[in-house]
């Protein structure tokens, strides 16, 4: 007797593989950073420039769209937009200044496409050193650079340890879709496999050999060699997360070693039921529409 789900495993697994590929560009679109071009001219120049040109933007003597002080003002005091002088985000980092003067941040428009670089890097750095801050080093294109990707520790603490911060509710809601149209390929797939593309009604006995054997465990070792990695990482990832400079946890290790383990426990189920117990088919299981 032919089975009527013998083709739809294979089309359901077609069809997330097609949806992945998508996805993949919608991440790629919405996760990479602005990469930063490191320009060495520029570079050299801020050192020389930031006094005179930083001072000139600020006060919107360089350029009269931008107007610093007319909302922080003179002296970095605060007024519309808040205070600049001692201002502790500014303290702990300099190269937000150049981030938020490029994007823009609340009510404060960005200036990215007014000014040109070299004008922002100066406001960046006359911001960072005047009204009595004093920043550490000097804030450059190759400091920014340095800061893509980084996180602050108290958003690492508060976010979600198992999905990545990039990810947003409508990719959530695709990938579980993918997932859920994999898993239903995957079993249809292993229940083609494990009862015969054929449906034969009756009691079905085991065939265990030396190469279901080695299979079992083999696969069994791998659960084991994952679960002692899984827990070594987790661990791992708490001392990072609490360490004095909290490091990033490597979400991508830990969801590797998790998914390696569920993949191999379900090939563990799988050779037993075709290798070790006993099975039987019954006539209505031809009839079903879904594999399982
Ligand atoms: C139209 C008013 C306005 C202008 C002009 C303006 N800002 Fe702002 N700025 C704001 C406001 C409002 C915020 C707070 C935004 C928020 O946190 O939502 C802000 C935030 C900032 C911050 C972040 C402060 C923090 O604590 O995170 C920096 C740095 C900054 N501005 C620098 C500048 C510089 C440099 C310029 C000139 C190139 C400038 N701003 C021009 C209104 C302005």
């Known amino acids: 007797m032919e089975r009527n789900d013998a083709v739809m495993p294979t089309v359901a697994i077609v069809v997330a593989a097609m949806m992945f590929i998508l996805l993949l560009f919608m991440f790629n679109k919405d996760t990479a950073p602005t990469p930063v071009v490191v320009d060495p001219k520029l570079s050299a120049s801020i050192a020389s420039e930031w006094p005179t040109v930083g001072n000139?933007?600020?006060?919107?003597?360089?350029?009269?769209?931008?107007?610093?002080?007319?909302?922080?003002?003179?002296?970095?005091?605060?007024?519309?937009?808040?205070?600049?002088?001692?201002?502790?985000?500014?303290?702990?980092?300099?190269?937000?200044?150049?981030?938020?003067?490029?994007?823009?941040?609340?009510?404060?428009?960005?200036?990215?496409?007014?000014?040109?670089?070299?004008?922002?890097?100066?406001?960046?750095?006359?911001?960072?050193?005047?009204?009595?801050?004093?920043?550490?080093?000097?804030?450059?294109?190759?400091?920014?650079?340095?800061?893509?990707?980084?996180?602050?520790p108290e958003v690492l603490r508060?976010?979600?340890?198992?999905?990545p911060e990039e990810i947003i509710l409508p990719e959530i809601f695709l990938v579980t879709f993918v997932v859920l149209l994999l898993t239903y390929g995957l079993i249809g797939l292993y229940s083609n496999w494990a009862e015969g593309a054929e449906l034969h009604p009756g009691i079905h006995k085991v065939r265990a050999s030396t190469m279901s054997m080695t299979a079992m465990v083999l696969a069994l070792a791998g659960v084991l060699l994952f679960s002692v990695l899984f827990v070594r990482q987790i661990l791992t990832s708490i001392a990072g997360m609490n360490a004095n400079t909290p490091v990033p946890p490597q979400v991508t290790s830990e969801?590797?070693?998790?998914?390696?383990?569920?993949?191999?426990?379900?090939?563990?189920?799988?050779?037993?039921?075709?290798?070790?117990?006993?099975?039987?088919?019954?006539?209505?299981?031809a009839s079903g529409e879904f594999p399982w």
């Open 255 to 285: 969801g590797f070693y998790a998914a390696m383990i569920v993949l191999l426990l379900a090939l563990v189920l799988g050779l037993y039921k075709k290798y070790f117990m006993d099975g039987e088919v019954v006539v209505e299981d």
């Open 56 to 152: 000139k933007v600020f006060h919107g003597q360089q350029n009269a769209a931008v107007n610093c002080s007319g909302c922080h003002g003179a002296n970095g005091e605060g007024g519309v937009g808040p205070k600049l002088a001692g201002n502790a985000d500014i303290l702990s980092n300099p190269a937000i200044i150049v981030t938020t003067v490029q994007k823009g941040k609340g009510s404060m428009p960005a200036f990215g496409g007014v000014l040109k670089d070299n004008e922002i890097y100066a406001v960046a750095n006359y911001v960072a050193n005047s009204f009595g801050n004093k920043a550490k080093e000097l804030v450059t294109p190759a400091l920014l650079a340095d800061n893509v990707g980084k996180v602050g």
């Open 158 to 163: 508060e976010r979600s340890r198992f999905v």
